[in-house]
């Protein structure tokens, strides 16, 4: 894979991604134009080798996403899809480095306490206009958001 230039969105938010202090951002591009990229890079640039506890999240709106999502190498990763939440009270907590799900399963791994949010570093919400277009998103957005960023002040997302 040549990657030679940056596409224009990676021209713009790959800076405020990648160079402390970390800035929040919203970025918006079309189909192909390079943002998962982006905030792939944002998560793998922030991860800690040596520790073993969930760092980076991404929500995505569709199980298709999280699958393809989940091809990072080196770093540890956990899937979080609706098919994986019906033993919660059975499941340990998440140990993985990266975690990549749909937003009723993160949320349930986040209020059962199998999934620590204490160390994460960077939250990406990718397609968050779709996911935000869903009714019923909004509201359990605000109150993970509000409940992660209580616990990890400095958090880019
Ligand atoms: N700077 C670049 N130069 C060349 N190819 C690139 C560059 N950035 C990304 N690509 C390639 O372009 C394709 C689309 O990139 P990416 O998935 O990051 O885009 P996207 O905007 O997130 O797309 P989508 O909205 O469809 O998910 C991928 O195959 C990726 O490897």
């Known amino acids: 894979m040549k990657f030679e ?3 224009k969105i990676q021209a713009i938010s790959l800076p405020l991604i990648l160079t402390p202090p970390y ?6 591009a079309h189909n192909g134009s390079g943002k998962t990229t982006c905030f792939v890079l944002g998560i793998l640039s922030r991860i800690d080798m040596n520790l073993h506890a969930p760092q980076a999240l991404c929500i995505c709106p569709t199980r298709e996403l999280v699958i393809q999502m989940g091809k ?6 956990e899937l979080g899809l609706p098919d994986n939440y ?5 499941r340990a907590p998440i140990s993985a480095q990266v975690i990549i799900g749909t937003p ?6 986040i209020e059962a306490k199998k999934l620590g949010t204490y160390n994460l570093k960077i939250l990406v919400f990718d397609e968050a206009d779709h996911m935000l277009a869903q009714g019923g998103f909004r509201a359990d957005f605000v109150r993970m958001m509000k409940a992660i960023v209580k616990q990890t002040s400095e958090i880019q997302v």
């Not at 990072?72 to 990763?77: I, K, L, R």
């Open 5 to 7: 230039v940056p596409s």
């Open 23 to 28: 800035k929040s951002l919203i970025a918006h």
């Open 72 to 77: 990072f190498t080196g770093v540890t990763t």
């Open 86 to 90: 019906k033993r919660i009270d059975k």
């Open 104 to 109: 009723g399963t993160i949320k349930v791994w």
